[in-house]
């Protein structure tokens, strides 16, 4: 299936149509770029994006 990314977070969803980081259904297949982000606490690029939970990201979320 094709990968969607939530609008909020920039999570990158693979599976059903919920983000399960912010629990919304507002997704897009239109986005760029994936980051993963595997210890939110130890990693810089999580500080500085503001994720909290691993996983996948977008890079830009076309909005
Ligand atoms: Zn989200």
Known sequence: MVEKACRQCG???????????CKTKDLTTT????LVIFDPEGSEIA????KSV???YAV????
């Open 47 to 50: 500080v500085i994006s503001g």
């Open 31 to 34: 986005f760029k770029g994936i």
């Open 54 to 56: 691993p996983g996948k």
């Open 11 to 21: 999570r990158i969803i693979e599976e059903g149509n919920e983000c399960p980081v």
């Open 60 to 63: 830009k979320v076309v909005r």
